[in-house]
């Protein structure tokens, strides 16, 4: 019998659960799950420290047809913003909002450098999309 437990991992190590056997005689398997929030508008905060603690919403090209919000910060999410909002209502929801273009070159790389931090920890690591990880102790 396994048992699968999971942990979340909330904006970079901040939060993480304690894991409580409560079942005798189970194998247990402990699988660490980590999503990093707002990921890419995290990144371009870091990328653009003056963008820390404002609105921003890093969105698709409204030119393109693809004028959607992909991820937002705190500040905007308390706005209303939200992810797959077309950008017209992110700025009517949040009057002043910051929008960014998509860098996803620099996302892919942020990506790596988590990754890198986690095989630190474990040599078995499974990535979901750029910004979740499943890591076996
Ligand atoms: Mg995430």
């Known amino acids: 019998m396994v048992d699968i437990f999971v942990l979340m991992l909330h904006h970079s190590y901040r939060t993480i659960g304690e894991v409580t056997l409560q079942k005798e005689g189970a194998t247990v398997s402990i699988i ?11 990144v371009e905060m870091n990328e653009a420290p003056e963008l820390k603690g404002k609105k921003v919403a890093v969105c698709g ?20 913003v ?11 929801a949040c009057p002043g909002l910051i929008m960014v273009p998509p860098h996803y070159e ?23 999309g750029m910004d979740e990880n499943w890591v076996r102790p």
Request: hydrophobic share 30%; with cysteine.
């Open 32 to 42: 660490l799950h980590s999503d990093l929030n707002c990921f890419y508008a995290s």
């Open 61 to 80: 090209s409204t030119e393109n047809r693809h004028g959607i919000v992909l991820t937002a910060s705190y500040p905007a999410k308390r706005s209303g």
């Open 82 to 92: 939200k992810t797959g909002m077309a950008n017209w209502q992110a700025q009517q």
């Open 106 to 128: 620099l996302y892919l790389k942020y990506s790596r450098i988590v990754r890198r931090i986690y095989k630190r920890y474990s040599e078995t690591i499974e990535a979901f």
